[in-house]
C-alpha cells in the first residue's frame, strides 16, 4: 500500500479521511476513547489508541499503536501522532498535525503546519531520497486541503440525526507530507454496531474512492490498485455532544484478503458547555 495509508494503519490514524471540514456547533462539545485492532484475511497484525477531545473553541486528536501478531515477526513498527486546531465561528479549523514513525528501528518525523485550510509549512526528518518520476506537489496543491486525521472527523450539516446519508456524498482534498490525494464517498447503507466496550447502535456506512493528485509515482501497482478499487468502506459512528461522526470500522479489499481497521472499544462522552459571564450566577 502506499506510504499514506500504512503509516496511518500503523498508528491507527483515521486512515478513511471522507470529508471537508464543515460547520460545527460552538457549544457542541464531546470526548472519544477509542481503541481499534486492524487486521488482514482475519489476523491481526496492529493495534492503536486514538483520543478525540473537541471543546468549546478547540479540539485535540491523538494517536498511538504499532504491529501484533504475525507481522511484528516480519516488521516491527509504531507510531504516534497529534493534531490540533480552533473551533472558530462554528468551524474545526486545523493548525497543527505532526507523526513519529518507526520502523524496523529507523525513525521518521512528519511535521505539518497549517493556517484556513493552507499548509504554512512541513517537513519530514530525514528528508525522502529525491525520484524523478513522483509527480510534484505544487502550492496549488497545498491549498484548502486538511491533515489526514482532521479530515477524519467529519461534520455532519444540520441539527438532525447525524447518523444519516448526509454523513458521505462529499469529497476531501488530503496532504498529508508526501502526498495530495481525494477521498470521495457515497452513502450504502446503515448498520448496527457494538464494540467490545462502550458504543452500540448505528453506524453509517459509507463507499470510499481513492484519487491521487500529486506527490505520487504513477507506475507503482499500489496506486493503481487503490485507484481502481471501487469495494472499500468506512463505518461512521458518532462523538457523543457534537455533530461528528468517526470510522468505527473500515475495509480495504487486497490481493491477500480483507484489510479491516475495526474498533473494540468506543467510549464517547458529551461535555457540558463551559460557564460563560451571563450565564454565571450572582451570589
Not at 70 to 92: D, E, H, K, P
Not at 143 to 167: F, H, K, T
Amino acid at each position: 500500500m502506499p506510504r499514506p495509508i500504512t503509516r496511518t494503519a500503523i498508528a491507527i490514524a483515521a486512515a478513511v479521511a471522507l470529508a471537508p471540514l464543515g460547520a460545527v456547533n460552538v457549544k457542541a462539545q464531546g470526548k472519544l476513547d477509542a481503541r481499534y485492532v486492524v487486521t488482514l484475511a482475519g489476523v491481526t497484525v496492529g493495534k492503536g489508541a486514538w483520543l478525540v477531545d473537541i471543546a468549546e473553541d478547540q479540539y485535540t486528536a491523538a494517536v498511538s499503536g504499532g504491529t501484533s501478531g504475525v507481522l511484528r515477526i516480519l516488521a516491527s513498527g509504531q507510531g504516534t501522532g497529534a493534531a490540533t486546531g480552533y473551533v472558530t465561528s462554528g468551524y474545526l479549523l486545523p493548525t497543527s498535525y505532526a507523526m513519529t514513525m518507526i520502523v524496523d528501528k529507523k525513525s521518521e518525523d512528519l511535521r505539518i503546519a497549517l493556517s484556513a485550510g493552507n499548509v504554512k509549512d512541513f517537513s519530514i526528518d530525514p528528508p525522502p531520497p529525491p525520484n524523478p518520476e513522483r509527480l510534484p506537489v505544487t502550492e496549488a496543491h497545498r491549498r484548502g486541503v486538511a491533515d489526514p486525521m482532521s479530515a477524519s472527523m467529519i461534520r455532519v450539516p444540520g441539527n438532525g440525526d447525524p447518523l444519516s446519508a448526509e454523513a458521505c456524498g462529499r469529497t476531501t482534498a488530503v496532504f498529508d507530507g508526501r502526498m495530495r490525494y481525494d477521498l470521495r464517498s457515497a452513502f450504502k447503507r446503515l448498520e448496527a454496531v457494538k464494540a467490545e466496550k462502550g458504543y452500540q447502535g448505528p453506524a453509517v456506512v459509507c463507499a470510499l474512492y481513492f484519487t491521487p493528485v500529486a506527490g505520487y509515482i504513477p507506475d507503482r501497482p499500489a496506486i493503481k490498485y487503490l485507484t481502481a478499487q471501487r469495494d472499500m468502506e468506512v463505518w461512521l459512528a458518532p462523538i457523543a455532544g457534537t455533530h461528528v461522526v468517526v470510522p468505527f470500522r473500515a475495509t480495504v479489499p487486497t490481493p491477500i484478503g480483507i484489510a479491516a481497521l475495526q474498533a473494540t472499544q468506543f467510549i464517547s462522552v458529551a461535555q457540558p458547555p463551559r460557564p460563560t459571564p451571563t450565564s454565571l450566577k450572582v451570589q
